[in-house]
């Protein structure tokens, strides 16, 4: 253990201490965790199990942006949300119910939409951006903020019965060295209410997103970084592909 624990107090200890018995956290491990500032950017199917479980490790602050209000068709995988929230900002909703389990936890809610008019602004105030959303412009607007500013993240995506998550520091490969834009299929981007989503596989790829910003955030274990990892939940065949960066990508330039 650390040698000097003192600026984590009792009841934290209490909270923490599945963490704090791991080696590859400890005490300096949970410090940075509270000292981190982590946004989720939609918090709907995904940004449901990483905003849960982010909380609960104590994350010190947690932005949640989106601007979408919660609908019935949400339930089925949208873990956050419940009957009586339906009609209110997702942001609401979720940040009700991570203030009951973390009180400890700073929740910033901004229901906006992200755009290029804000996302420089937003980005700026945070060290890691996790990124839970589902349409292709938005993916590239965070991907590429992301990389100007300097900024880790964790992408994570989901069709059908699959998910996919990766994880970028400055230097490695990004979204447009593993995605061709040009080449994503119109099916990939239909929303899952059209076309199809186990509701599980939301929660298997959103809890990984979170243990890869864990990682990050302590500097422990061997993040997803130029790999990207790729499930299918009907074989429940795991399987990882390195990812080398594009010699000409912006992210190797910045």
């Known amino acids: 253990m650390n040698s000097n624990p ?3 107090s ?3 200890e209490t909270r923490y201490r599945g963490h704090l018995s791991l080696c590859e956290i400890d ?3 949970q410090q940075r965790l509270t000292e981190a500032r982590v946004l989720i950017v939609g918090t709907g199917g995904l940004g449901s199990p990483v905003a849960l479980y982010l909380t609960a490790a104590g994350i010190g602050t947690i932005g949640l942006l989106d601007a979408d209000i919660v609908s019935l068709s949400n339930l089925q995988r949208q873990v956050l949300h419940s009957t009586p929230d339906i009609g209110h900002l997702k942001v609401d909703s979720a940040s009700e119910k991570l203030r009951l389990i973390n009180p400890e936890v700073n929740i910033v809610t901004i229901p906006e939409l992200f755009t290029e008019r804000n996302a420089e602004e937003i980005i700026s105030g945070y060290d890691l951006i996790i990124d839970c959303t589902d349409n292709l412009p938005t993916r590239l607007l965070i991907n590429d903020t992301c990389i100007m500013l300097g900024k880790k993240f964790v992408f994570g995506a989901v069709s059908r019965f699959s998910g996919q998550v990766f994880s ?3 230097g490695s490969a990004c979204y447009r060295c593993i995605f061709d834009p040009s080449a994503v299929s119109s099916e990939a981007e239909l929303p899952c209410s059209i076309n199809g989503i186990l509701n599980t596989v939301v929660g298997i790829t959103g809890t ?3 243990t890869e ?3 990050l955030i302590v500097g422990t274990g061997d993040p997803l970084i130029n790999r990207m990892l790729a499930f299918d939940a009907l074989t429940m065949a795991f399987n990882t592909f390195e990812i080398n960066p594009i010699e000409d990508c912006y992210c190797q330039h910045g």
């Open 6 to 8: 003192t600026s984590i």
């Open 10 to 12: 009792k009841e934290l």
């Open 27 to 29: 005490y300096a491990g």
């Open 168 to 170: 970028h520091v400055p």
């Open 208 to 210: 990984i997103q979170a």
């Open 213 to 215: 910003a864990i990682k």
